[in-house]
């Protein structure tokens, strides 16, 4: 077996990240070849990512990025295992260059960094994923606007809004992040969905309960108030003032959700 120096050990950690006991071993089945130990370390790492790929990934980073005239917006979504790794320096770098090549191509086109996701989760010794990725392209005269809830930034919003003032723009991101709307308006919800809702409360204690002729209105008020209410983004309450739904705070100054994306990490 090769001598293996410090120095050669310390040459190949500086390359790879890898511990120190694996990086003496891979340069003793080497030989003291030291392309041929990055390259068997890349392959134990790569193999190391598949065998953790199967764990939950609650922490990370949500991250967001808007054109100047807000014209287009991306954000994604890296997860990992632990707090501590989120704010590695190494994986807010991946994070950064999943940002960029969303942004620069489209979802779809985090893809291409596969091999490095999968060395980054060898060397940190987790499971690292591209959780969400989306970009929006404003249309006839909209704007996108985003939001990140700190100081974690584990939840993100994208959003695209037609009217209004940046300010509101930014607002309706905050309330999506906090209350995960389903749908933007009523006409969005599937009617299968509408009509299974309406046929699991018809069919309740609380409501069989009641006189016959009663039931219809009784599940229509409760159709109002616990599905659309809950889902709907146009029919919930509007957190920055509760006298409100937020159609109505829309309404106040003539804007229209368009679209939106909400990432979060969470076990």
């Excluded at 003793?28 to 130990?37: L, M, R, S, W």
Aim: hydrophobic share 40%; charged share 30%; proline share 3%.
């Amino acid at each position: 077996m090769a001598e293996i120096s410090a120095a050669l050990v310390k040459e190949l950690r500086d390359q790879t990240g890898a511990p120190i006991m694996d990086t003496k071993r891979a340069l003793q089945e080497t030989n003291g070849d030291i392309v041929a130990a990055v390259r068997l370390l890349r392959e134990k790492g790569m193999a190391g990512a598949a065998k953790r790929s199967d764990r939950a990934t609650p922490e990370g980073k949500v991250g967001y990025r808007l054109a100047e005239d807000a014209r287009r917006g991306t954000m994604v979504a890296v997860g990992c295992e632990t707090e501590p790794v989120s704010n590695n320096d190494e994986f807010l770098a991946f994070s950064k260059k999943i940002l960029e090549v969303v942004e620069e191509k489209g979802p779809g086109a985090e893809a291409e960094l596969e091999e490095e996701r999968a060395q980054l989760a060898g060397k940190l010794g987790e499971n690292v994923v591209v959780a969400g990725a989306a970009r929006f392209e404003a249309v006839d005269g909209a704007r996108i606007a985003a939001y990140a809830h700190p100081p974690r930034n584990k939840i993100g919003v994208l959003l695209q809004v037609r009217g209004g003032s940046d300010e509101l723009a930014r607002k309706i991101a905050m309330h999506i992040a906090a209350m995960k709307p389903s749908w933007i308006g009523r006409d969005d919800v599937p009617e299968e969905t509408v009509a299974q809702e309406r046929e699991i409360y018809l069919s309740s204690d609380e409501v069989q309960s009641k006189p016959e002729t009663a039931r219809d209105k009784i599940v229509e008020g409760m159709l109002n108030k616990r599905f659309f209410g809950a889902n709907v983004l146009a029919d919930q309450e509007w957190i920055h003032d509760s006298s409100k739904k937020v159609g109505q705070a829309l309404g106040d100054e003539g804007a229209e959700v368009l679209e939106f994306e909400r990432f979060e990490l969470s076990s």
